[in-house]
Structure formats: C-alpha cells, structure tokens
C-alpha cells in the first residue's frame, strides 16, 4: 500500500478547482493510498473533511510564508501508515496506470525512486468522475495535451527513510525536485522512469498564488536559495539523468549515448566542480 501527501495552496479560484480535481482524482485509485495533505493554507481542513483525507496542519515556513520541503517530509512520514511514500503536488491528476506501474517496478526494485514526467493540460472546470472518466481525460490529453521537459519532477514514490537529511527548501519553488534526484544517484537508489508507462497530468495554471507572479516564483530570492542549499547547478539533476525505465517489458536500463548533448553538458557540469573557470559556461548553457 502507499502513502500519498501534498501540500496544498489556498483553495481560492482556478487553484481551488485544479486542487479538487487532483486530490479527487486520488480517491478515485482502487488500490487506496493513504493520503495526507500538510499545511493550515485556506480550505485545507475542509477538503480535508470532505474528502475524508489526513489532514496535518503543522508545517515550518521560511521567512517567506513558504512550507519547507524537509518539514513536508518528515511530518509524513511520521504518520504514514505505509513504508511506501508518494509525494506528489496539488495540482497532479492521477489514474489507475499509476498504482499499476508502482506494483510492477516494486516487483523489480523494491528499494527504487519512481519519478516521471508530466502532460500539460488546460483544465478550467470541475472534471466528472462519472462513468469512464479516465478514457475521456486520456483522450483529451491525446488530443490536448503537451509532454513537458525534463527537468521538472512533480512526483516521487519512494521507501520511507531513505533520504537523510533534506536541506530546508522552498515548496513550490525550483531546484528542490532535481536535488532529490542527485540524492539518490549519490546513495546508489534505482531511479526509475514511468513516463512510457503512466500518464500523469498536471493542470495549467498561473502564478498569481505569488505576490511577483511567475518570475518571483522561479527566479526570485526563494529560488537562489534552493539552487545554493541544492549544491549549486552541479546537483541540479533531471530525469535524463535516470538510470531506468518502465516498460511493457519491465524495467529496463536507460542507455545514453556518450556523444549526447545531454551527456556532454553532464560532463561539463562535474568538471566545473573543480574548474571554476567553467562554471559561467556551464551556466550561460543551462539558460539556453
């Protein structure tokens, strides 16, 4: 079984509607997660009731007002019922391919981190969990929806206890997701992909939840923050940086090629720990 926890915005306009299609959405699952959302953000409790979901009000905050990561974690899994944990964000709809693919990679790599991309979608309106709602969200994906890149992780299934320490980052904010990446390449975990297997969708949204909108959420002082507390750019790692795959066959090792632009730019990256000089190049890349 598995422990899904989230930590939720103010449940106010769009937001309030794309958060009660995702955390519908997980109710829906057969195989029942357990699922926690953390924070006292406005209508937290009350979905929380509605929804007959835990609810875990105590959360650190930095300076800002904005949860940390390492606060998150170790309150879920303080009352996790399950060693399997799933932290997965707010505005993420899930189907039943998702436990599926838990269920097979487990038989693989039970010690594994599962992770995988996202589809973008515009959902504006309540979705109906009618009948054969998950064939008609996935023709409309089909149909609608575009694969984002690889760098942002909006999901993570993992044991419980495997991480240590988690520096205190920003939810919400970059760097975080790709640190935990290179945590668990660090400690020799399995990361494995469940793109191919899975289609996870995240509902389009705006920034308006920050007071500077998209740019003070991704490249304000809580996002310098994240990339310094992550370790600079060089642990900033993506899900190219994957060591596997779920396919229809199983897990399968990913192969990247060494002449890849991506294994190049890798390679730049950890030179760059020991060259400084480097480090510009390394950055003027990251932004292209």
Not at 223 to 251: F, M, P, W
Request: hydrophobic residues 40%; neutral net charge; aromatic residues 12%.
């Amino acid at each position: 079984m598995l422990t899904m926890f989230s930590c939720p915005k103010s449940f106010s306009g769009h937001i309030d509607t794309i958060q009660r299609n995702a955390i519908q959405s997980w109710t829906k699952l057969l195989s029942k997660p357990e699922i926690i959302l953390l924070g006292d953000d406005e209508g937290t409790a009350e979905i929380a009731d509605e929804f007959g979901v835990c609810q875990i009000s105590r959360v650190v905050r930095n300076e800002f007002g904005t949860p940390l990561v390492n606060s998150l974690f170790e309150e879920a899994e303080k009352a996790a019922t399950y060693d399997r944990m799933c932290y997965i964000n707010a505005d993420i709809i899930l189907m039943n391919d998702f436990m599926h693919a838990i269920q097979r990679v487990v038989l693989e790599k039970p010690q594994s981190l599962m992770v995988g991309q996202r589809w973008n979608l515009d959902i504006r309106e309540p979705l109906d969990f009618g009948t054969n709602w998950e064939e008609r969200l996935v023709t409309q994906v089909a149909r609608q929806g575009k694969l984002y890149p690889h760098f942002a992780i909006d999901y993570f299934v993992f044991p419980k206890g495997i991480w240590g320490e988690i520096p205190p980052f920003a939810v919400g904010r970059p760097a975080w997701d790709n640190w935990v990446l290179y945590r668990a390449r660090c400690q020799n975990i399995p990361i494995v992909d469940l793109t191919k297997a899975v289609t996870v969708v995240h509902q389009n949204h705006d920034y308006s939840h920050h007071p500077q909108g998209w740019m003070g959420a991704m490249k304000g002082e809580e996002s310098k923050q994240n990339i310094k507390l992550a370790g600079e750019i060089g642990h900033v790692y993506s899900l190219l940086d994957v060591q596997y795959c779920l396919t229809r066959k199983g897990v399968k090792r990913k192969v990247t090629p060494y002449y890849s632009p991506y294994y190049m730019y890798q390679l730049l990256v950890r030179l760059s720990e020991s060259h400084r000089y480097l480090k510009p190049l390394v950055h003027f890349i990251k932004m292209i």
